[in-house]
């Protein structure tokens, strides 16, 4: 499992409200990155990390931010939560052999 | 823009039938691709990966995929499935020619097996 957890592993929110998950790893890769995974779309990019304060957005990176004040902690940000955020979120880290390996999943629900 | 296309939504199979779960993707350079696993209420799992010589790869649990270069496809194949194989498949592809975002792994949507013992 490359050492990645997630926290939370569930949620429920209201529509509005801030929301932040956290994604931690112990083997010190470079690369993290969150999607989102909903019935149809497969998994969509939100926002990646390349390094210490370095970030940039994926392809659903509207209504999100990102932060990596550490290497092994990297923070998702709904800044008000909507109903369309209802998801789950999956962070990934990629290892030097170019192999992604994802964490356990948070599971959001906006209501 | 690049993308993978994983044609078959969802498949049923009985245990023991052969399993071919398609993917074809969108770009010419050279690339990475890979097979991940999903099984219900779980992450995704490596399933196997290709990233040059020979072009068909084994993966673990019996899982092998044939890269065709000239039909830009990467399909998955199975002998025999077993029970336990039910999940959501997903192909991804990277182009190793680019880096930053462009350089990132791509999904396709993703194939639902499911299969009946």
């Known amino acids: 499992d490359a050492g990645i957890t997630q926290s939370p592993r569930h949620k429920v929110t209201e529509t509005g409200t801030p929301v932040t998950l956290r994604c931690h790893q112990t083997e010190n890769h470079r690369y993290m990155y969150w999607y989102r995974q909903d019935p149809g779309h497969g998994l969509r990019l939100i926002h990646y990390?390349?390094?210490?304060?370095?970030?940039d957005k994926g392809e659903v990176s509207d209504g999100y931010s990102v932060s990596r004040s550490k290497t092994e902690d990297f923070l998702l940000t709904l800044e008000s939560a909507t109903s369309s955020q209802t998801s789950v979120y999956f962070c990934?880290?990629?290892?030097?052999?170019?192999?992604?390996?994802f964490g356990p999943g948070t599971r959001l629900t906006v209501t | 823009a690049q993308s993978v296309s994983q044609h078959n939504h969802h498949v049923i199979l009985s245990e023991a039938a052969s399993l071919e779960l398609g993917c074809n993707y969108s770009?010419?350079?050279?690339?990475?691709l890979f097979w991940y696993v999903q099984y219900p209420g779980q992450h995704l799992q490596l399933l196997l990966k290709?990233?040059?010589?020979?072009?068909l790869v084994k993966g673990i649990k019996g899982f092998e995929a044939e890269f065709i270069k000239s039909k830009f496809s990467f399909n998955l194949r199975k002998p025999s499935v077993q029970w336990s194989d039910t999940a959501e498949y997903f192909c991804a592809v990277r182009n190793v020619n680019y880096g930053g975002s462009q350089g990132n792994l791509i999904f396709g949507k993703g194939t639902k097996l499911s299969v009946k013992p």
């Open positions: 770009y010419g350079g050279t690339v990475n």
């Open positions: 990934a880290i990629t290892t030097g052999a170019y192999e992604q390996y």
């Open positions: 990390s390349y390094g210490v304060k370095d970030t």
């Open positions: 290709y990233f040059s010589g020979d072009p």
